[in-house]
């Protein structure tokens, strides 16, 4: 069936470094692409998307990059920042599709 | 997101008693979906409806049962509650025109 696996379960960085998360979906049909942050003790929240006729997108210090031929997608955070700290989705699902596939959650704690 | 509430947000009951979780939205979504989080693991899906008359299995749906009483309501019913189904529950809606998903505060569960 269709999954997303994601790597790493937990990355620990120091602040003001970068942290990147590695995702790799099964369904080639997919076609979107979006992140989720989760700070402690609240529901997820969309950072950022992709689509995939799009290679790379960026939104101040993230930025996610798609390869599609590959099947990899990944979230990339510079400069990062102790609020950074959060768990981290991502996900894949495909235009009218029903269902949006999540990743198993990367734990990044941002040390400063 | 104010636009997607849950209640009750904390729940303790006992095993064999059955409960259920509320699910209300403002925001127009003609879809809705249920998710389990258990901790260091990610979202899984119980059960989704694209309209009051669609209900959906998801990958977990054994030992669940859902209602969609109208567009803006969803509610899930644990018909006997057990032990394993100590979990953090989120509801999320989705318009059928984009792909990204709001997520309601989630219902922390803890099943005696």
């Known amino acids: 069936g269709e999954n997303v696996e994601q790597h790493p379960s937990t990355l620990s960085v120091q602040e003001g470094d970068s942290a990147v998360i590695k995702c790799t979906y099964s369904?080639?049909?997919?076609?979107?692409f979006p992140w989720y942050k989760q700070e402690l003790g609240k529901r997820p929240q969309l950072i950022i998307d992709i689509r995939s006729n799009v290679g790379e997108k960026k939104d101040q210090r993230i930025a996610v990059t798609l390869n599609k031929t590959a099947k990899h997608f990944s979230l990339h955070i510079t400069e990062t920042q102790p609020e950074d700290s959060a768990v981290y989705f991502c996900a894949a699902s495909r235009t009218g599709g029903f269902k949006t596939i999540f990743g198993a959650g990367t734990r990044l704690f941002v040390k400063a | 997101d104010a636009d997607v509430t849950q209640t009750p947000r904390n729940r303790i009951t006992k095993t064999g008693k059955r409960i259920m979780l509320e699910c209300s939205q403002t925001k127009g979504h003609d879809r809705m979906y249920w998710y389990r989080q258990d901790p260091g693991l990610g979202l899984q899906l119980i059960y989704y409806s694209f309209d009051v008359k669609d209900i959906n299995k998801g990958e977990i749906s054994d030992g669940y049962s859902v209602s969609r009483q109208a567009q803006a309501k969803f509610s899930l019913s644990l018909e006997s509650a057990i032990p394993n189904q100590t979990a953090l529950y989120f509801c999320?809606?989705?318009?059928?025109?984009?792909?990204?998903?709001?997520f309601g505060p989630g219902t922390r569960l803890l099943v005696l």
């Open positions: 999320a809606t989705r318009d059928r025109y984009q792909e990204t998903q709001y």
């Open positions: 369904d080639s049909a997919s076609n979107y």
